[in-house]
């Protein structure tokens, strides 16, 4: 695998795979790799010629209180997961080379997309997301880009963005990839304390509990948040800042009734470490 630091390096490899006709697979991530990012690079490893990764913590969707100073910086690690797991290339950019002016050009997409949800408490994540995956997309011409459907709210936004602005690649959305005990892997699950990890169970365990309601016929969006939010709200150390429901794709808004398919997704605080888990629910 080559690591590549500068843009002009990784211009020129994507030149060249080009040259050869070859089919160009892309995972974006911000490092401290676990087998989440794994499972995206070897889809990406499956379905295409050349894979490429990318590790950024990306400074333009971190508010001015989030932990964009503090994020977990792997490479050494970052290298050997994503070697293993079939990366042709990795690039690791610094964020002067990703923003080289100070007015940078941005990406926004527009609407409640990118307003409910995260959108909410974190305005300018979205614009942030959207804007270097637009550099990452054009620098690396690839065919397909991978997302996990970890950060659903993130894959629908980058899917109205690709349509909006007509670019040629295809997104490919993967399933979440989940420790044995459930927790959703996270490269911010290494903020947890033990007892707040064991807290944190909570997430799977009320989202599993509210598909098996659904499942059995329950269709009440107000039932079904509400059977997730009392579930949550009986662990002591969690502090919920959304339970929402809305309909797939898209975010649509979902007004009493769940029909076809809908995102039941929640951000809950346990001590200062913010975790989002979500289930897809779909009637067969
Ligand atoms: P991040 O490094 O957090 O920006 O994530 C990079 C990519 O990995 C995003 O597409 C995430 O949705 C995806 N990802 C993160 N955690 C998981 C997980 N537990 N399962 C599947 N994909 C994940």
């Known amino acids: 695998m080559?690591?590549?630091?500068?843009?002009?390096?990784?211009?020129?490899?994507?030149?060249?795979?080009?040259?050869?006709?070859?089919?160009?697979?892309?995972?974006?991530?911000?490092?401290?790799?676990?087998e989440g990012h794994a499972s995206l690079i070897k889809a990406a490893h499956a379905e295409n010629d050349v894979t490429i990764t990318t590790v950024?913590?990306?400074?333009?969707?971190?508010?001015?209180?989030?932990?964009?100073?503090?994020?977990?910086?792997?490479?050494?690690?970052?290298?050997?997961?994503?070697e293993?797991?079939?990366?042709?290339?990795?690039?690791?950019?610094?964020?002067?080379?990703?923003?080289?002016?100070?007015d940078p050009t941005w990406v926004e997409v527009c609407?409640?997309?990118?307003?409910?949800?995260?959108?909410?408490?974190?305005?300018?994540?979205?614009?942030?997301?959207?804007?270097?995956?637009?550099k990452f997309f054009n620098l690396t011409e690839c065919d397909r880009a991978y997302y996990g459907l970890k950060d659903a709210q993130q894959t629908q936004v980058l899917q109205r963005?690709?349509?909006?602005?007509?670019?040629?690649?295809?997104?490919?959305?993967?399933p979440i990839v989940r420790e044995a005990d459930g927790l959703a892997k996270s490269s911010r699950n290494v903020y947890l304390s033990p007892e707040e990890h064991k807290a944190?169970?909570?997430?799977?365990?009320?989202?599993?509990?509210?598909?098996?309601?659904?499942?059995k016929g329950e269709r009440s969006k107000e039932k079904l948040i509400s059977q997730v939010t009392d579930e949550i709200k009986e662990e002591p150390m969690s502090d919920i800042d959304y339970v929402e429901m809305y309909g797939m794709p898209g975010l649509t808004e979902i007004k009493d009734t769940v029909t076809g398919k809908a995102l039941l997704a929640v951000a809950v605080k346990f001590g200062k470490t913010r975790l989002i888990d979500n289930v897809v629910l779909e009637a067969e």
């Open 56 to 82: 950024f913590v990306n400074p333009t969707q971190f508010g001015p209180n989030e932990d964009y100073a503090k994020y977990p910086r792997t490479l050494e690690h970052d290298m050997k997961i994503a």
């Open 161 to 174: 963005m690709v349509e909006d602005l007509f670019m040629n690649v295809t997104l490919r959305i993967m």
């Open 111 to 134: 609407g409640p997309i990118t307003k409910v949800l995260c959108g909410r408490t974190r305005p300018i994540h979205f614009r942030g997301v959207a804007t270097v995956c637009t």
């Open 2 to 34: 080559i690591l590549c630091r500068k843009i002009s390096e990784l211009k020129e490899f994507v030149h060249q795979c080009k040259k050869e006709g070859k089919t160009i697979g892309l995972v974006t991530t911000m490092g401290a790799l676990h």
């Open 84 to 102: 293993a797991a079939g990366a042709d290339l990795l690039f690791a950019p610094t964020p002067e080379e990703m923003y080289p002016h100070k």
């Open 200 to 215: 944190a169970l909570v997430l799977f365990r009320s989202l599993k509990h509210a598909k098996e309601a659904f499942d």
